[in-house]
């Protein structure tokens, strides 16, 4: 019923940066919090940023200050601006967002496929 798609990952050097878009689609209430998660390869998925239904912002303390997230709710949309990237931020992110759905009254988890951001020189 929820649909979340990513994009805007890639390939970038070091230093460079990349902006991730991801879109919700469905039957859809509401959207409450939106985040921004990643996982590289052989490690645990972990939370990149995350942003409330009002704008409230939090973000992993090795993010903070590179990474910005922000949404369009008009659009159904979550960004995640990167810059300054480093190779360890090489890694699958995924979307995440809680939603009400239509016919319902509470939130439920709804995560994207992934989009692969390689950071390399």
């Known amino acids: 019923q929820v649909q979340l798609v990513e994009s805007g990952g890639g390939l970038v050097q070091p230093g460079g940066s990349l902006r991730l878009s991801c879109v919700a689609s469905g039957s859809i209430s509401s959207i409450g919090n939106m985040a921004w998660y990643r996982q590289a390869p052989g490690k645990q998925r972990e939370l990149v940023a995350s942003?409330?239904?009002?704008?409230?912002?939090n973000y992993a303390d090795s993010m903070k200050g590179r990474f910005t997230i922000s949404r369009d709710n008009a659009k159904s949309t979550v960004y995640l601006q990167m810059n300054s990237l480093k190779p360890e931020d090489t890694a699958v992110f995924y979307c995440?967002?809680?939603?009400?759905?239509?016919?319902?009254?509470?939130?439920?988890?709804?995560w994207g496929p992934g989009t692969q951001v390689t950071v390399s020189s």
């Open positions: 995440n967002a809680r939603v009400i759905i239509s016919r319902s009254s509470v939130y439920d988890d709804y």
């Open positions: 942003i409330t239904s009002g704008g409230n912002t």
